[in-house]
Each structure stands twice: as C-alpha cells, then as structure tokens.
Antibody, heavy 119, light 110 residues
Framework: HLVESGGGLVRPGGSLTLSCAAS????????MSWVRQAPGKGLQWVAD????????FYLESVEGRFTISRDNGKDSLYLHMNSLGVEDTAVYFC??????????????WGQGTMVTVSS | EIVMTQSPLSLSVTPGEPASFSCRSS???????????LEWYVQKPGQSPELLIY???NRAPGVPDRFSGSGSGTDFTLKISRVEAEDVGVYYC????????FGPGTKVEI
C-alpha cells in the first residue's frame, strides 16, 4: 500500500511537504515517483527518485522549487514543495515504479492527496 | 522533452464491440535495450490510475487478455477486443524513455 498525506490549502508563494507511507513491499528496492493531476485534467509526472536516493529527476516546471526525497528506514517518500503557484494545484499521487520482475511501470499507486494553492 | 499525443480524446463504445486508441510520441521510444518504453494506464472514475500495458505490448499482471498493446517507433495502439461496462475511464499512454510524460488521455464512455 501507498498512503499519501500532507496536502491542504496554501497561499501562493508558500511551502508544503507531502509524505507517502509505503507498506507491504520492500520499499528500498524500487524507484518511487510523484505524479499529479490538476482538477479535471490529465496526469502529469512530477519527480522520481532512485532506490538509494542518489538520482533524482524533475519536471522542468518544478525543478528548483520541489525536492523529492526518501527515508528507506521509515519506508517513506517525500515531496518538499516551495514557491507554490496556483498552477501547482492538483491531487498528488505517490507511485511505485517497477523496472523488472513481473512488469515495468507504475504498478502501485496511492489514493492521492489534494494540494490547493489559493489566496 | 518528449511530447505525447493521443487520439481520439473521447470515444463512445458499445459493450461487446472492439475499441482502439492511438498514442504518438514526438520521438522514438526505443531504448538501447531494444524495448519500447511506452506504458498504458487507465483511470476509472474516482480511482487512482492502474497499469495496463508495459514495454508497449506486455499486459501487466491481472489485466484481462481483451487488452492488447502494439506499436513501434513513435506510433502505438491500445486495443480492447470486446469492451465491457467496467472499461469506462480515461486511458493514458506514458513514455518512460526520458523522465516521464503522459499523453492527454482518451475518455471512454459506454
């Protein structure tokens, strides 16, 4: 399971940190990602992080503002979001990326946490 | 940045009939490992997305065999051989060659 938390209402320019608690699998063995979905819109990949946290990739529009991190000891994934704008309003999903074994792709998703940026 | 497009953007289907969705990328999705890094997801109403197809043509575990993926280079197709009522949702393709980019989605209605 993946369970996100930390969403809420924040003012433009503000900050927020999302968390994702993983259970039922070996968290440290997987790339992990954040994917978001603006209200009524499609899916948008945001960021991902390698198993040991040594490699991170970001959507161009969030680079320098968002930081993805993980704590394998706590089976948790994080997204630290700074300088938030109204365009960041979305449901943020935590997702596991499998790259071998039975499949390749985002094979496990959380239920999402809503982030609303508004004055 | 790889741009993904899908067509049609919406589709009305009849249960029991086939359905087909197209996905196109702005550059080839062929990885050096010889595989196409193209995935299909479905997001059913009110739910989180689910993986359907990976490496362009492989069904994810538990996905019914009425779903099939094909394609190469920049052009990919998802087919449902016989649509069922539970297939209602939005179908997204996603490239995983360079970071990740989703297509705009095809909304399927019965």
């Amino acid at each position: 399971h993946l369970v996100e938390s930390g969403g809420g209402l924040v003012r433009p320019g503000g900050s927020l940190t999302l968390s994702c608690a993983a259970s039922g699998f070996s968290f440290s063995a997987y790339w992990m990602s954040w994917v978001r979905q603006a209200p009524g819109k499609g899916l948008q990949w945001v960021a991902d992080i390698k198993q040991d946290g040594s490699v991170k990739f970001y959507l161009e529009s969030v680079e320098g503002r968002f930081t993805i991190s993980r704590d394998n000891g706590k089976d948790s994934l994080y997204l630290h979001m700074n300088s938030l704008g109204v365009e960041d309003t979305a449901v943020y999903f935590c997702a596991r990326y499998s790259s071998g074994g039975s499949c390749v792709g985002f094979d496990l998703w959380g239920q999402g946490t809503m982030v609303t940026v508004s004055s | 940045e790889i741009v993904m497009t899908q067509s049609p953007l919406s589709l009305s289907v009849t249960p029991g009939e086939p359905a087909s969705f197209s996905c196109r990328s702005s550059q080839s999705l062929l990885h050096t490992n010889g595989y196409y890094l193209l995935e299909w997801y479905v997001q059913k109403p009110g739910q989180s997305p689910e993986l359907l197809i990976y490496l362009a043509s492989n069904r994810a575990p538990g996905v019914p065999d009425r779903f099939s993926g094909s394609g190469s280079g920049t052009d990919f197709t998802l087919k449902i051989s016989r649509v069922e009522a539970e297939d209602v949702g939005v179908y997204y393709c996603m490239q995983a060659l360079q970071k990740g980019t989703f297509g705009p989605g095809t909304k399927v209605e019965i």
